[in-house]
């Protein structure tokens, strides 16, 4: 029997953005393997030596998709590439390309998104902001249109420590609109130079303008069957297609990935805070169950539907209070599993320490990283090689210092729509599109995390995993010989710094002791 869900997506055109990106490919996959879609439609960005084709083509040759074509072998001849830019004005649709979007397409999945912490608010205003907004004033022009999913953030908010699945126009200092304004009126360095008194307590752009997309949905979509899905931080795929696929080195990504390489080995983290991470396959399932959801139950609005300007729903995925894990927690599952599964590319025994003083962490990252990969480089160029770990740690560093106002402290995510979402699921539809953090595995899960970073991102084979562990062995030996050398050598410290104290204390005392020289007068007298 066919299921809710899959009933809805039967024969329906769906248009994705960002389908280039990794949870973008989540979703396209999902929708070929699981269900009767009749056309999707994905938006490809042209780059300077890349062509719309040659990256389409690329993109088919993805992993992700190899499960899916073993099952429906001509399933990706249901995608069709439209060239466009959601940086560009029209969002770089040509006019055939948006006759066939308006007249074909029953569902939007907008996913595109600039993820840059530091990206120039200028640009991230581009393609974070005024994109949904020409997304929206697409989605007027097509008469079929039943569900426009927008894919937020859970940080969209973060200027709060406890978010609720609402607006929240109250952080922005200025409407949305008139940012919008500025930036098409103004000069890119001057809205650039605007950043700090418009951002506020925002800790960078891509959070800042994620807020500013959801209030143009607030005010601007009322009358479209349209929802927010604010998913938190993304890791790799729990089951679906194949558990552990993973394709980039974003955010926590990266942090799992270099402390795996052991270069990583000081966190500018609070071991302490709620990791609110959640897997790309259930982010995916989300997304295509609340288009379901938001289908399902809207309706033509009256005059005095839309006089009310009821708030599009929103949905958020992050982890519950029954099944947390804090980040302390988290980072000890990755070094366990990686232990039991390393990588033969690794250059240290992982391991790590965490700190959340900025000036304990800036010191301790020299004699972490920067002294360890002063000797790393230094025998790359003797063997003739090209040095990286300097440069690396550059980048790594910047990068702890931007995830800290996420990983620094605890945030509480309300779900309480997302909750509904899955207690109003058919059995059917909870097993094909699950996405129930509260039974999550947190110990399989990272396994499958670290099985599959070694994987996609290593690209090694099981082939070597007996190599790689008596390698790993090898640094443990040198790790643990290395402690040792530093204890006895901290010790020895101690000693001469004690030894210095006392003999300056003993000097002291013998300055301060009275002559014990007696006059002979006095000796006379007393005979």
Not at 417 to 429: H, I, Y
Request: overall charge positive; glycine content about 4%.
């Amino acid at each position: 029997m066919e299921s809710d869900i899959l009933r809805f997506y039967r024969n329906k055109s769906v248009f994705v953005t960002g389908g280039t990106g990794f949870l973008g490919k989540v979703i396209v996959e999902k929708l070929l393997r699981s269900t009767d879609v009749r056309r999707v439609y994905l938006l490809i960005r042209p780059k300077k030596n890349e062509t719309v084709e040659g990256r389409f083509q690329a993109w088919k040759d993805e992993p992700v998709f190899e499960i899916l074509l073993k099952a429906k072998p001509e399933a990706l001849k249901l995608v069709t590439p439209i060239s466009g830019d959601c940086s560009e004005p029209g969002l770089g649709l040509s006019d055939g390309d948006r006759r066939i979007v308006t007249t074909d397409v029953q569902v939007i999945i907008h996913s595109a998104a600039s993820i840059r912490f530091v990206e120039p608010l200028h640009r991230a205003l581009n393609i974070n902001t005024r994109a949904t907004r020409l997304l929206i004033q697409l989605a007027k022009e097509m008469k079929g249109l039943e569900a426009f999913v927008h894919i937020s953030t859970a940080f969209s908010n973060c200027p709060s420590q406890h978010i609720e699945e609402r607006f929240y126009p109250e952080h922005l200092s200025c409407p949305a609109a008139k940012v919008l304004e500025f930036n098409e009126t103004l000069s890119a360095d001057l809205v650039d130079n605007m950043a700090p008194a418009l951002m506020g307590k925002f800790p960078n752009t891509y959070t800042y303008t994620k807020a500013l997309a959801e209030q143009v949905i607030q005010m601007e979509a009322q009358d479209l069957p349209i929802c927010i899905f604010r998913p938190a931080i993304i890791l790799a795929n729990f089951k679906e297609p194949m558990s552990g696929w993973i394709d980039n080195l974003h955010g926590i990504v990266a942090l799992i990935y270099g402390n795996a390489h052991g270069i990583l080995r000081l966190l500018y983290v609070n071991p302490k805070a709620d990791a609110l991470i959640v897997p790309g396959d259930y982010c995916a399932n989300v997304a295509l169950a609340s288009a379901w959801q938001v289908a399902n139950h809207s309706e033509t609005p009256t005059s005095s539907q839309l006089a009310a300007k009821k708030p599009p729903p929103i949905y958020t995925l992050a982890t519950t209070k029954s099944n947390s894990i804090t980040f302390g927690e988290a980072v000890k599952l990755g070094i366990d599993h990686n232990h039991k599964i390393p990588v033969t590319k690794t250059i240290w025994y992982p391991f790590a320490h965490f700190t959340t003083c900025p000036w304990l962490f800036k010191l301790g990252c020299i004699f972490y990283h920067l002294i360890p990969g002063f000797f790393f480089d230094l025998l790359l160029r003797i063997q003739g090689k090209k040095p990286i770990l300097m440069r690396s740690y550059q980048k790594i560093h910047e990068a702890l210092l931007l995830l800290f106002p996420f990983n620094g402290i605890s945030y509480v995510m309300d779900m309480r729509n997302t909750n509904q979402l899955w207690d109003s699921m058919s059995p059917e539809d909870r097993s094909i599109f699950p996405f129930d953090m509260a039974t999550l595995n947190w110990e399989e899960y990272y396994k499958r995390i670290l099985s599959g970073m070694r994987v996609f991102l290593f690209k090694e084979s099981w082939d070597t995993l007996e190599y790689a562990k008596k390698r790993l062995f090898r640094f443990y030996l040198l790790h643990r010989f290395l402690q040792l050398v530093l204890c006895l050598a901290f010790a020895k410290f101690l000693w001469i710094l004690y030894s210095l104290i006392v003999n300056y204390y003993f000097k002291s005392i013998e300055v301060n002791l009275p002559s014990p020289v007696v006059h002979l007068s006095s000796i006379e007298s007393n005979i």
